[in-house]
């Protein structure tokens, strides 16, 4: 599958301080991949410097097959960015907002932007000042839709926004990234939306990307584990690295696997805790692996 | 081309109320105040409220020049990372382009325009529209354009934009008068005279040498687009910032030490010939005690009487600092010294002062005339422990000489005359009464204003009066004004004959 997005050894830095280090991911044609990762991990400066808004300070990053500091107008027909810092024409209307654009993009689809306009139930005649902040949003992420992008990039899309309007962004998001199979980059700490929309994550911590996998993959390979055991015997003195979290209490431990395989994981555990009873494998929802994987970082640090 | 007329488009159209302005002001302004309409007003108070509105609308229309640059620039901001076009498929090349064709298609032609039409309805010839054009042009751009577009072009936002700009400011006002006082200092082996110091005013911020102010024009003008472009290219603004940093400490190093006058002469006036500076004597005669004596806080100054022999007519002197030495008969030595004509400060060098001149010579020294001066400034114990003993009084005077460059011309619209400072035409003949031709105590109220406008390099955009050094007086019977104005200066260095006092 061809590569929409690629890094290798990414690194910016302001002054002395590096905010971003070592970054190397790709993003997959056709995916929605998620960058996640807490309050100043990095996520809103990795993608400024992915759109040539901020130069790397070392590595390098290619977008469209380009890199980042040479992308110009012929790739910024292709991209769509949408960010919460991003400040509109506020003087415009929408309607204005929509004339302006629409002569940058070969590709502007009159039909598709009308369609958009509905959807996202945004009045031409409003002007941008006026709009409520999820409204803005709304507007920037039309005149962002209309050209039929291949990359869309959405920087905390979903920020301060209430519970409707980030429902109906990501009801018409889920729609969109269906019908035309773009690729979607995203930042956003709000993980129950992006489990919905992502297919592929990137978790940023202190600039460090410490994990980027599938969707798929990485719930497939994350359990809670519950093991209950009978009798009441020593904590053995190392656990495998793959257990993240482990809490012992009784005749009961509980962690996170992070290399599950239903067999392998049961036979592990039974080397360990010869006098084991039950062992309860449950899926994790992505908000629970990040959680897990935040608390672990934390705990390392 | 397309997406430059595009964003152009877009700019007037966030732009037109300011533009509207603009262009109102530009025609108020060129129809009222410079086409000669204004001759129609009779009374004082008219008068009185179309001197005040030419000032306002001149303020006012510089202000918002800068201001629709500002928001030009700052609609599309370079610096910061949150603009709009950043992610658009508008490359920087086609951005810089578009805001150099509104500055030019909106601010600067139409300028030009009211320029051409208001010296051509004023009978003025091409050839002199053409000399005089673009040294307009240049002083504008280099005094509102660029660094108003250059400031905006390194700032993400208004707010931070007006702290850029003051900080700007007065750091060029910090720059220059720190360059100034470098140079001000006075002593016996010192004869630097900083440009900027015009007789009896502290210095100025701009030069009274025409040339240097333009030299410095041009290259504000060629640094500060060079660094706008390189921003506009890279968008790298701390090397921006750094670099315009650098050029407005060459700026104001230009403008304080050029020397080097690019204009050349033509004899039109009375020769410079006539001043010896040998021949210059100032004899010095203590005034009577009762008169004598300043009292400050803890000091007191000894004053006296000097009158200066040997100055040739149109000449006259400026006293510029005092070294002076008293030695008393017991062997006590006094001493007190002035770098700056301290007793001048405060008197302005302005119009009136300068026609003045003419009748009742002022602030300088004038052939034959005596003024008092402080000879020597004692604490008040000094004073009155050896105020009867016999001394010797000795001190060394930095005296500038000025020589006044008079000439006539014709009373009628259009006539013109060429001299020192370039070529300067008499534009209109306007009636107006309680104005600088009417302060004259001895000169008759018959209530015209000259209106000049001068070619070469001009000191400041001034264009109703003349600039502040020179000054005209209408003989209405001979339908002739005389327009006069000082030199730059001739440094004399000498000392004070001695004189026994006690």
Request: aromatic share 14%.
């Given at each position: 599958m061809e590569e929409v997005i690629a890094t290798r050894n990414l690194c910016r830095a302001f002054g002395r301080r590096p905010v971003v280090q070592e970054v190397t991911l790709s993003v997959p044609e056709g995916s929605v991949f998620a960058l996640i990762g807490p309050n100043g991990a990095g996520k809103t400066t990795t993608i400024k410097t992915l759109v040539n808004i901020l130069e790397p300070s070392s590595g390098e990053a290619n977008v469209l097959g380009t890199p980042s500091t040479k992308l110009g107008p012929s790739q910024f027909q292709k991209i769509g960015y949408v960010s919460e810092n991003q400040e509109l024409p506020e003087w415009m209307t929408v309607a204005e907002l929509l004339a302006y654009c629409k002569p940058m993009y070969p590709t502007w689809d009159d039909a598709f932007c009308e369609l958009l306009l509905r959807q996202l139930d945004l009045r031409p005649e409003q002007r941008i000042r006026s709009l409520s902040r999820g409204m803005k949003l709304k507007a920037a992420l039309l005149s962002s839709l209309a050209y039929h992008p291949r990359l869309l990039i959405l920087d905390e899309p979903f920020a301060g926004l209430d519970a409707l309007i980030r429902e109906e962004l990501i009801r018409g998001m889920l729609e969109l990234t269906g019908q035309d199979r773009w690729t979607v980059l995203m930042s956003s700490h709000e993980i129950d939306e992006v489990e919905r929309l992502a297919d592929w994550i990137g978790i940023l911590n202190k600039g460090r990307l410490e994990l980027c996998e599938s969707v798929t993959s990485l719930q497939a390979r994350f359990r809670q584990i519950d093991v209950r055991v009978s009798d009441n015997g020593d904590s053995p003195s190392s656990l495998p690295v793959s257990w993240l979290l482990a809490e012992k209490s009784a005749q009961r431990l509980q962690f996170v696997e992070t290399q599950y395989h239903a067999q392998k994981t049961e036979e592990s555990i039974r080397r360990i805790f010869p006098t084991l009873q039950q062992v309860l494998a449950t899926p994790m929802s992505l908000k629970s692996i990040f959680l897990a994987l935040a608390r672990t970082y934390r705990l390392s640090a | 081309m397309n997406l430059v007329i595009h964003n152009l488009k877009k700019d007037m159209r966030y732009l037109r109320l300011l533009l509207v302005l603009w262009f109102l002001l530009l025609l108020v302004n060129s129809l009222l105040l410079r086409s000669g309409l204004d001759r129609l007003i009779a009374s004082d108070e008219g008068i009185e409220v179309f001197a005040t509105a030419y000032v306002l609308l001149y303020v006012l229309q510089q202000i918002l020049q800068i201001v629709i640059v500002c928001q030009l620039v700052q609609a599309d901001a370079l610096a910061g990372t949150t603009a709009f076009w950043l992610t658009r498929p508008i490359s920087r090349k086609r951005l810089l382009l578009s805001n150099s064709l509104f500055v030019l298609l909106m601010l600067v032609l139409p300028s030009l325009l009211a320029e051409v039409i208001v010296l051509w309805v004023n009978g003025i010839s091409a050839s002199y529209m053409l000399s005089a054009l673009p040294e307009e042009v240049i002083l504008q751009t280099a005094l509102f354009l660029v660094p108003s577009m250059l400031v905006a072009a390194l700032t993400p936002n208004l707010a931070r934009l007006v702290v850029a700009g003051l900080a700007s400011v007065t750091a060029f006002f910090l720059i220059h008068y720190a360059v100034l006082a470098s140079v001000m200092s006075f002593g016996a082996g010192s004869r630097r005279q900083p440009?900027?110091?015009?007789?009896?005013?502290?210095?100025?911020?701009?030069?009274?040498s025409p040339s240097g102010m333009l030299v410095s024009a041009m290259l504000m003008i060629g640094l500060g687009a060079t660094v706008i472009v390189y921003q506009y290219l890279k968008r790298r603004t701390v090397n921006s910032t750094t670099g315009a940093t650098l050029g407005m400490c060459l700026v104001s190093a230009t403008v304080n030490f050029w020397s080097w006058d690019l204009r050349t002469f033509s004899e039109g006036l009375p020769a410079r010939s006539g001043l010896n500076p040998e021949s210059v004597k100032l004899v010095v005669t203590r005034e009577p005690k009762a008169r004598g004596v300043r009292r400050d806080v803890g000091k007191l100054t000894i004053l006296g009487r000097c009158e200066l022999q040997g100055l040739p007519h149109n000449f006259f002197l400026v006293l510029t600092g005092v070294k002076a030495t008293l030695r008393l008969s017991d062997g006590k030595v006094v001493s007190s010294s002035s770098d700056y004509p301290f007793w001048l400060f405060g008197e302005d060098f302005q119009l009136e002062k300068e026609i003045k001149v003419l009748n009742e010579p002022s602030p300088g020294f004038e052939p034959g005339m005596s003024r008092m001066l402080p000879l020597l400034s004692v604490d008040a114990e000094t004073f009155q422990n050896y105020q009867g003993t016999p001394g010797t009084y000795t001190s060394e005077a930095r005296l500038d000489v000025y020589q006044r460059l008079t000439s006539s011309l014709p009373l009628k619209a259009g006539s013109r005359y060429k001299g020192d400072p370039g070529e300067t035409t008499l534009l209109s003949i306007v009636p107006h009464e309680g104005t600088f031709l009417t302060a004259l105590s001895s000169s008759k109220r018959d209530g015209f204003v000259v209106t000049l406008r001068e070619s070469g390099?001009?000191?400041?955009?001034?264009?109703?009066?003349?600039?502040?050094?020179s000054y005209v007086l209408r003989n209405r019977t001979r339908k002739e004004a005389l327009l006069g104005r000082a030199s730059y200066p001739k440094d004399i260095f000498g000392r004070f004959p001695a004189l026994d006092w006690s």
């Open positions: - | 440009v900027g110091v015009f007789p009896g005013q502290w210095p100025r911020i701009f030069p009274t390099v001009r000191q400041w955009l001034q264009r109703t009066l003349p600039a502040p050094a």
